[in-house]
């Protein structure tokens, strides 16, 4: 893998990201203000699964707002991977990324056990996996600001 990272950092739009003045600081902004708006939709479905905001039956409110968290997580990927591409290399030998990467599969499948929980199993099993959600994604957050410092 090492050197499709060194690839990818080497490529013509690896140079563009580090050399433009522009590109990078957007990527950062908007990754962040992406990260902000995910976050507030997911904590949303979570918190009305876990009975902590009372209307909008739980299945209604997921129905409505996981198609903006998955837009809003598609802008995190693209502006993830240009920030990525700027230092390839040092970024995927870095431990808080490698666990942030690792963190990101594992919330993901627990979105899919989510979804199965919602069908099989009804909102009380459901309820569970929107705790680990919100302690995962905050995690990851916490992860993908870590990596600045290690
Ligand atoms: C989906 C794939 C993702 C990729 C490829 C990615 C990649 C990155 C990269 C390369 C950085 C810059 C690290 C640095 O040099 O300082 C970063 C920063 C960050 N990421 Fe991600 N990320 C992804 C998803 C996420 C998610 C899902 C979250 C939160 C739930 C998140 C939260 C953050 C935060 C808070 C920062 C620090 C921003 C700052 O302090 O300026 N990222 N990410």
């Known amino acids: 893998m090492d050197g499709l990272w060194f690839a990818l950092e080497h490529s013509a739009f690896g140079g563009h990201v580090r050399n433009s003045t522009f590109l990078y600081p957007a990527a950062n ?4 203000l992406a990260v902000l708006s995910f976050f507030g939709l ?3 479905m979570d918190l009305r699964l876990l009975r ?6 739980a299945r ?6 996981r198609p903006l968290a998955l837009i809003a997580f598609l802008a995190i990927a693209a502006t993830g ?3 990525f591409t700027a230092e390839a290399t040092a970024i995927s030998g870095n431990i808080a990324f490698q666990v942030k990467v690792m963190a990101i599969v ?3 499948l627990n979105v899919a056990l989510n979804s199965w929980a919602m069908k099989q199993r009804g909102e009380a099993t459901a309820r569970l996996t929107a ?3 919100l302690g995962s994604w905050l995690f990851i957050a916490a992860m993908g600001r870590t ?3 290690v």
């Open 106 to 108: 594992l919330a993901l």
């Open 42 to 44: 997911v904590a949303t």
């Open 147 to 149: 990596i600045a410092y």
């Open 60 to 65: 209604e409110v997921i129905a409505r707002l």
């Open 81 to 83: 991977f240009i920030l």
């Open 29 to 32: 902004v908007i990754h962040v």
């Open 131 to 133: 705790g680990v959600s």
């Open 52 to 57: 902590v905001i009372d209307g909008t039956p």
